[in-house]
């Protein structure tokens, strides 16, 4: 209690104390983008923020729009829904620079070249976004967030800005798999969650949703201004290394993919079918359990397609082989006056898997690879469960 009543404290102090200071001749303002921390899954795209320095005033201060709290009451519901409430924190520089060296994050500051009345329109920008009223945002992860709302308060202060984009146009989903490529779960989390609009290409400036992108486009860009004379938006470049990070703890997840292991179920189904093939034998409780576990999933997949805000999780077409159906096939699995609609449900549902398999490439969505030993395993119990029904019925 000490401690949020002592940061409230200093956040009050640092309120007033932002109002009552315009900038002065040697004050500048600069963009800090960190290089992405691979131990945090909020971390691994790197972040973003401005830095106001006043030496005559003695001011020098971070403004930084990725602030969030993990103790809010429901915190991954409303993440999950996309009502998560970021807001906007102040920090001293030389606090937020120690903090990402520890984490092992290069810092790259670029000093924007602004003139006495673009610095200050942004400095006001900046005071009138950490007033309380203002200070929380509703966070987006392509379209507002750390990133974007820094790019929109320097475009807005200094009117015209040509970007001569130094990168190709990618889709979302290449984007933010090239930022994941080393947490093979994430990547596999978010192929599931998000939809087909997230392949849709993204353009040059919307790829600064990324720090990464965001610094490569500020470093080629100009200023327009009024009488049409250009001038580049940064005017120096400094780098700030990192300490030495912490060594990365692996364990049986850095192993167990989802490749491999939707490879080894799909082994171990074939191994149980064939199995019970020879044996006679349904195995009725493990298709109970992989249906089961699918329809649970595909009851998130479906509430993260139709009930949430994200603009980018419909539509879905992993809800193909992934959907709560397969909990009505439990149900059917679990009554034995049901065989008959438990056969009709394994005929759909084989069906509509051969069709997936037959159009996989021609899907207006990149599907991950992990996804295909998983929807062939429910693809082979169909495939029994329709044979065994037609041979214990001849």
């Known amino acids: 209690m000490n401690k949020w009543f002592l940061i409230g ?42 830095r106001v320095c006043d030496p005559a005033q003695k001011v020098d201060y971070v403004f930084n729009y990725g602030i969030f709290d993990f103790s809010k009451p429901n915190f991954i519901y409303r993440f999950a829904k996309g009502e998560t409430d970021y807001r906007l924190g102040v920090a001293n520089y030389a606090d937020y620079v120690i903090e990402y060296q520890l ?18 329109r942004l400095w006001e920008a900046l005071v009138e976004n950490y007033r309380p009223e203002n200070r929380v945002y509703r966070y987006n992860f392509f379209f507002d967030n750390c990133a974007t709302r820094p790019a929109l308060l320097i475009e807005k202060a200094v009117g015209h800005i040509d970007y001569h ?13 090239q930022c994941t490529r ?49 001038r580049p938006l940064v005017s120096e470049t400094q780098l700030i290394e990192a300490g030495d990070p912490d060594e990365p703890e692996r364990d049986i997840w850095d192993l167990l993919t989802p490749i491999r292991l939707g ?8 191994i149980i079918t064939t199995w019970g093939h020879f044996q006679g034998r349904a195995y009725k409780g ?3 359990g992989l249906f089961g576990v699918a329809g649970l999933a595909g009851c998130v997949l479906f509430f993260l397609a139709f009930f949430s805000v994200h603009p980018c999780t419909w539509p879905n077409y992993s809800l193909l082989w992934l959907h709560p159906f397969h909990l009505l096939g439990v149900i059917l699995f679990c009554i034995n006056k049901a065989q008959k609609a438990a056969y009709c449900y394994h005929f759909i549902n084989f069906a509509a898997l051969m069709l997936l398999f037959a159009g996989w490439a021609f899907l207006p969505q990149q599907l991950n690879p992990a996804f295909i030993p998983l ?13 065994r029904r037609k041979w214990t019925t001849e």
């Open 286 to 288: 493990f298709d109970i």
């Open 9 to 50: 404290l200093l956040g009050l102090i640092a309120q007033f104390t932002l109002a009552q200071l315009p900038l002065s001749d040697t004050a500048h303002i600069s963009l800090l983008t960190s290089s992405p921390y691979e131990e945090e899954v909020f971390t691994v795209y790197g972040h973003a923020a401005l």
């Open 103 to 120: 984490r092992g994050s290069t810092i790259t500051e670029q000093r924007l070249n602004l003139t006495p009345s673009e610095r200050q």
């Open 182 to 230: 080393h947490h093979a779960w994430l990547t596999f989390g978010c192929d599931l969650a998000l939809g087909s609009p997230t392949d849709r290409i993204a353009t040059p400036h919307e790829m600064m949703f990324l720090p990464d992108y965001l610094r490569e486009a500020f470093s080629k860009a100009e200023i327009i201004d009024p009488e049409g004379e250009h």
């Open 263 to 270: 490879w080894l179920l799909f082994a171990l189904t074939n």
């Open 375 to 387: 929807a062939a395993s429910l693809w082979l119990r169909s495939a029994r469960g329709i044979y």
């Open 165 to 177: 984009y130094p990168y190709t146009a990618q889709t979302f989903r290449s984007l933010i798999n």
